[in-house]
């Protein structure tokens, strides 16, 4: 059981998390909770260690300081827990990443996990006592406390969940489950009864926000089955929430799951670059050393001859970041000018179905086109067909898309 | 250099204290700085820890919970020093007690040092490394975070000092030494210069709240010399404050050093309990049961042949405890009533010098006879006269003292 932050937000949230621990460990699971810290207390943590002078601009020393400070809150909210826990009568005792070990490499304050010895952890929950975990962090290689980045404890809970050998990973959030689209554009949007790992993987990497992608990967690697649920349910009439899991395991397949949109894209085109090999390799050796992450490259024939154009989407808050490397390589580049357009938005359909039935795409073209809206770049994966249109017609081509594919509600 | 709670109130205290750290860093002193939870800090964290259940009534495993909350105080405070030192330009890292390891028994809240390996601390050290660590604060044999109890930070900073064998441990606190009698009744009262450890500990034992006893005994068993001074002074203009070191290093011992009150103190009176072998034992025993702390034991005749009176000090807030456990145990002692008194205060004077001098006690009787002082109990060590009188007497007895052992300030 994964609980975040807005779920132990403070101690009566803490004790409704505690009422949901019971009721499973009384319908006789072995349970381990892997906690976030109390909303608000990692970044109360964050802005001490800023004014303290945290982060440092490269991965040094002062990275590593900022995590012993943060790492703290979920220390805390494990410790609560587990107290309630106790005062309930219940055997519980809380872990810190160091404690388990959950060992991390040494990249600090986004650290991956390495390995974790679920041998104590497993004893302790097979002699009866809960484990309460404080998420989000583990122990370096060289001994030090090191944070696995924002949502990190997703990632900790599916990790300890495969440590331990778990049947089930659940994650309590503030959403009852995974819905075919994002509820607050239409209605008609679903909730999703089981959804595969790979269209899970697809969703969160186009910017559904319910998981963190890293966690997914790592149940998809371990087949760990993941639940979202919702900790704002009351305990004993839980909601049935959306199971994610193998594709085996899945009956009847669906060729559209999902339509997902991303509202924080912005798409650049680099103009008449000369048309020679290593060109492009240029722009995105130069792109890739400043950390600007790049999304649906596409090369087009420039109207001069002997040039090409070349576009591609980066995230908003890292557009200004890519047209100043563009601008630093502009020499070595050779490129004629730079265009940007921050007002443009990602339509991903995702579905596993796709593998097998011809014409997601057309339908995908024909319903955009006859409501007038230009497609201005076309990337696709096995399983799922992304658009980049104008923001400006990004809720209507949602819903128009949703009902296409047949994931309007019945009535 | 260890810094309390009030030198780390908040960042800008922080930066204070790493400016204390840097003079001493920059005048070629190899440091490790101990420090404590930032003032407020322990006691929301233990609030928190009660409003979630802790602690139990005995020691269990709510105790142990109770410490990992409680213990994160240290820990934030140990990683901002370091980040404002890396700042500074030095190289610095945070220790937890589980990182060094500062190894403890399972007494959570209130657990003892059992070992500390200083090995990995010194060779940081040697390397030209600050290295500052999380008071308070320790890992038990069983692996979980265990806390010394208040104002275990002292003693954390002893050890430290033992383990690495320091050449010395400065106490920074809120006051700028240790004074010949509290200044709060007189004017006359003098910073010490130099004091011996048993001098100290007996100071600490009667009530000096300048150090916690543990950490004296701990200074003296190791022969780390103390200093107090205060982390209110100017960095660079720091005021000598008062060193704690051996018998042997203080050239010119004063009979007495200091006139300590304890104004918390309460006394009993159990009257006429049978003149037996074993009834004292009895009412000990008891006491002790119900873990009343007593002191001044004092047997008289009573009135009625056969019987004795037996009178016990203890403090303010455990005479209630104290009086009950007298009440349920009143057939098996056999006693015909109790008395009891908090209008009390004990006076003691304290020097190394009177193992060689004689007349100090008759100095200190002699004294508040001349100034009617009635003395209601009387106890002694090797180097120690306390005295029990009405508590309304008390400050006018310790200037009486103080000036009949010539400790007013000179001029």
Not at 99 to 114: C, F, M, S, V, W
Not at 290 to 313: L, P, W, Y
């Amino acid at each position: 059981m994964k609980f975040g932050g807005t779920s132990v937000a403070d101690l009566d949230r803490i004790r409704a998390v505690a009422e949901f621990v019971r009721r499973d460990v009384d319908a006789g699971a072995s349970v381990a909770v892997v906690v976030s810290a109390m909303a608000g207390e990692t970044n109360r943590l964050l802005e001490m260690a800023k004014d303290a002078g945290a982060p440092a601009p490269a991965l040094d020393a002062r990275n590593i300081e900022q995590d012993a400070i943060v790492s703290t809150g979920e220390q805390v909210t494990s410790g609560l827990l587990a107290l309630v826990l106790q005062n309930l009568g219940y055997r519980a005792r809380s872990w810190s990443g160091w404690q388990i070990p959950l060992e991390t490499d040494n990249a600090y304050g986004k650290a991956r996990i390495h390995n974790i010895d679920g041998d104590a952890l497993g004893e302790a929950i097979d002699s009866g006592e809960i484990a309460v975990i404080a998420g989000f962090q583990g122990v370096s290689t060289a001994g030090r406390v090191a944070t696995l980045g924002r949502g990190g404890s997703d990632t900790s809970a599916v990790a300890v969940a495969a440590a331990i050998g778990a049947s089930r990973c659940d994650i309590y959030t503030d959403v009852d489950g995974v819905y075919t689209t994002d509820p607050r554009i239409t209605k008609q949007a679903q909730r999703i009864e089981k959804v595969s790992f790979e269209e899970m993987l697809e969703m969160a990497a186009v910017g559904a926000k319910v998981l963190q992608t890293r966690s997914v990967e790592l149940a998809m690697a371990f087949k760990v089955p993941l639940r979202v649920l919702s900790s704002f349910d009351p305990p004993d009439a839980p909601g049935p929430g959306t199971l994610i899991c193998d594709e085996d395991d899945i009956v009847e397949e669906k060729i559209v799951t999902a339509v997902t949109p991303d509202m924080n894209e912005a798409s650049v085109t680099v103009l008449a670059v000369p048309d020679e090999p290593g060109r492009a390799a240029r722009i995105f050796t130069k792109l890739a050393e400043e950390n600007v992450n790049i999304d649906m490259i596409v090369q087009s024939a420039s109207r001069d001859a002997g040039f090409a154009n070349i576009s591609f989407t980066t995230k908003d808050d890292e557009i200004d970041n890519a047209l100043a490397a563009l601008e630093e390589a502009r020499q070595e580049i050779g490129y004629k000018s730079v265009q940007s357009d921050r007002n443009v938005a990602k339509i991903s359909v995702i579905g596993l179905g796709m593998r097998s039935h011809a014409g997601v795409a057309s339908t995908m073209f024909q319903t955009l086109a006859d409501k007038g809206i230009n497609i201005q770049n076309i990337s696709t994966s096995e399983i799922k067909i992304s658009v980049l249109i104008n923001s400006d017609a990004a809720e209507y081509a949602v819903r128009a898309l949703h009902e296409a594919y047949g994931l309007d509600k019945a009535n």
